[in-house]
């Protein structure tokens, strides 16, 4: 595993250009042809992107988050709120616990309070066209934060950790994972996916695919429920209740008598364990399961062996880049994007800058984590540091 971990580090950001051919270079949507340039608005050179002219320090930054439906969320808040005060601007961060109805409103509010510049992080990217319109009318620079927004040409870039790659370091945990268990293989599993109005959860879907369906067809992997479809497989709204509730139906038909569950793909910590909740319920042992977010309870449960393993995407880093790209548009200055090519969202192709994320398992979750994050701390404790 730390041989996978290093290999998939060190191809770093650069290799999203290579990883999008696997995703048939779309992995946000269709429209625009794959490759095509952004809209000549977005002022983008090579892999540098200018937008606009500049803002005055003291500025108003519009930070639109979705519900708090994750610690990483949570997070996010307030670090934008302390970063972008110590950067000398005026924060106005929200969540939209409302969902998307709610968002619409708060980013019209943003604009009419005058904001500068906005952060989104979407509810649903595909809902937010008429306001995101009228940001560029009003000449405000508009950054997807995590989640691509869709069908729209009023979105400037795109900020993220590789999601796809997220998807192909779970798909290789999984069956790392399996590989290291008492039973040979063919091995049981089941597929959970995210939220069908996240736009991240298609690429996650898609990476942790382009690994195991190769072993579904070979027949190394059984998927028992024949769910194998990111429509079959999704969880509304990111919600624990709604995964375990779908486990809860696929262990009652499927998983009967001596038939084992021997593998769990999860597209995030919190459904992880909604899924684990699942399992103990109906009399099963611990299956090797995947996970993301570096939660600080699927922290502990990598360290206990239980959740087989996460991925550290640190919050403040991608929070800290956010800041200081904002910092440079305020001056009029570029940033610079690694990925020009991969992510369209049915209108343009979104210039993006991408982080990149590590797989942690019970080998490095003691070593990995900053120690001032909620992450590190809980590996602290664990591992008695």
Same mark, same amino acid.
């Given at each position: 595993?730390?041989?996978?971990?290093?290999?998939?580090?060190?191809?770093?950001?650069?290799?999203?250009? %290579?990883?999008?051919?696997?995703?048939?270079?779309?992995?946000?949507?269709?429209?625009?042809?794959?490759?095509?340039?952004?809209?000549?608005?977005?002022?983008?050179?090579?892999?540098?992107?200018?937008?606009?002219?500049?803002?005055?320090?003291?500025?108003?930054?519009?930070?639109?988050?979705?519900?708090?439906?994750?610690?990483?969320?949570?997070?996010?808040?307030?670090?934008?709120?302390?970063?972008?005060?110590?950067?000398?601007?005026?924060?106005?961060?929200?969540?939209?616990?409302?969902?998307?109805?709610?968002?619409?409103?708060?980013?019209?509010?943003?604009?009419?309070?005058?904001?500068?510049?906005?952060?989104?992080?979407?509810?649903?990217?595909?809902?937010?066209?008429?306001?995101?319109?009228?940001?560029?009318?009003?000449?405000?620079?508009?950054?997807?934060?995590?989640?691509?927004?869709?069908?729209?040409?009023?979105?400037?870039?795109?900020?993220?950790?590789?999601?796809?790659?997220?998807?192909?370091?779970?798909?290789?945990?999984?069956?790392?994972?399996?590989?290291?268990?008492?039973?040979?293989?063919?091995?049981?599993?089941?597929?959970?996916?995210?939220?069908?109005?996240?736009?991240?959860?298609?690429?996650?879907?898609?990476?942790?695919?382009?690994?195991?369906?190769?072993?579904?067809?070979? *027949?190394?992997?059984?998927?028992?429920?024949?769910?194998?479809?990111?429509?079959?497989?999704?969880?509304?709204?990111?919600?624990?209740?709604?995964?375990? !509730?779908?486990?809860?139906?696929?262990?009652?038909?499927?998983?009967?008598?001596?038939?084992?569950?021997? *593998?769990?793909?999860?597209?995030?910590?919190?459904?992880?364990?909604?899924?684990?909740?699942?399992? !103990?319920?109906?009399?099963?042992?611990?299956?090797?399961?995947?996970?993301?977010?570096?939660?600080?309870?699927?922290?502990?449960?990598?360290?206990?062996?239980?959740?087989?393993?996460?991925?550290?995407?640190?919050?403040?880093?991608?929070?800290?880049?956010?800041?200081?790209?904002?910092?440079?548009?305020?001056?009029?200055?570029?940033?610079?994007?690694?990925?020009?090519?991969?992510?369209?969202?049915?209108?343009?192709?979104?210039?993006?800058?991408?982080?990149?994320?590590?797989?942690?398992?019970?080998?490095?979750?003691?070593?990995?984590?900053?120690?001032?994050? %909620?992450?590190?701390?809980?590996?602290?404790?664990?591992?008695?540091?």
């Amino acid at each position: 595993m730390k041989r996978i971990a290093t290999a998939m580090i060190v191809l770093g950001a650069s290799a999203a250009l %290579a990883l999008s051919g696997c995703a048939g270079g779309e992995r946000g949507g269709t429209g625009a042809p794959a490759g095509s340039q952004p809209a000549a608005s977005g002022g983008l050179n090579g892999n540098q992107l200018t937008l606009g002219s500049g803002f005055a320090a003291g500025s108003k930054i519009g930070v639109s988050l979705p519900q708090k439906t994750s610690e990483n969320w949570v997070l996010a808040e307030g670090l934008f709120t302390d970063q972008l005060k110590a950067a000398g601007f005026d924060p106005v961060v929200q969540f939209a616990n409302g969902g998307a109805p709610e968002q619409q409103n708060q980013i019209s509010a943003m604009i009419e309070q005058g904001v500068k510049l906005l952060v989104v992080g979407a509810v649903d990217g595909s809902q937010l066209g008429s306001q995101l319109a009228a940001a560029k009318q009003a000449g405000i620079p508009v950054i997807a934060y995590d989640r691509l927004l869709m069908n729209t040409d009023a979105v400037d870039m795109y900020m993220a950790y590789d999601n796809f790659k997220v998807g192909v370091l779970q798909g290789t945990a999984l069956l790392e994972g399996l590989g290291k268990t008492a039973k040979k293989s063919p091995w049981n599993i089941e597929l959970i996916s995210g939220s069908p109005n996240d736009a991240n959860s298609k690429p996650f879907f898609e990476g942790a695919m382009s690994v195991l369906q190769p072993k579904i067809d070979d *027949g190394t992997l059984k998927v028992v429920s024949g769910q194998v479809t990111q429509q079959q497989t999704a969880t509304a709204d990111w919600k624990a209740e709604n995964a375990q !509730k779908r486990m809860d139906a696929i262990l009652s038909a499927n998983y009967q008598g001596d038939t084992s569950l021997d *593998g769990i793909l999860s597209p995030n910590d919190t459904l992880a364990r909604a899924a684990l909740t699942s399992v !103990k319920s109906a009399g099963k042992p611990n299956p090797v399961i995947t996970g993301q977010d570096s939660e600080v309870e699927s922290v502990k449960l990598v360290f206990q062996g239980v959740q087989y393993s996460t991925i550290d995407k640190d919050t403040k880093t991608f929070v800290t880049k956010v800041v200081e790209y904002i910092g440079k548009i305020a001056q009029g200055q570029p940033v610079e994007v690694n990925d020009v090519k991969s992510y369209n969202n049915g209108v343009k192709v979104v210039p993006a800058y991408l982080l990149t994320p590590v797989i942690v398992t019970k080998d490095n979750v003691c070593t990995q984590y900053a120690p001032d994050t %909620a992450a590190g701390k809980a590996a602290a404790t664990v591992c008695g540091k």
